[in-house]
């Protein structure tokens, strides 16, 4: 049985998927992998940010992932910064 804290996320889930991808049936989704694999498989195509996010904590949740691979999958990624070019002096004017 799920405790009450994951009932407010499947339905937040539930919630917010409707918007982007149509109904999502909550009890089919616990029950049938077919179907969840299917849903979780149409939110990481669209790229919704909060909704991946909401995706990765119900499959953790429900077993389907662990919660380190849920974590690193949400973890902001830092872009490397290019390096950085010398500035070079101008040296084909008059005063070079």
Do not use: C, H
Not at 33 to 43: D, G, L, P, R, W
Not at 68 to 74: D, I, K, L, N, Q
Not at 86 to 95: F, T
């Amino acid at each position: 049985m799920m405790d009450n804290n994951g009932l407010i996320l499947l339905s937040k889930f539930s919630v917010s998927a409707r918007k982007i991808i149509g109904s999502v049936n909550p009890a089919k989704l616990i029950k049938d992998s077919e179907y969840s694999a299917e849903i979780f498989q149409k939110v990481f195509e669209l790229g919704d940010e909060e909704l991946i996010t909401l995706s990765l904590e119900v499959q953790g949740m429900l077993g389907l992932i662990t919660a380190a691979t849920a974590e690193a999958s949400t973890a902001k990624v830092t872009p490397i910064k290019p390096v950085e070019v010398e500035e070079k002096k101008y040296m084909y004017g008059a005063r070079s």
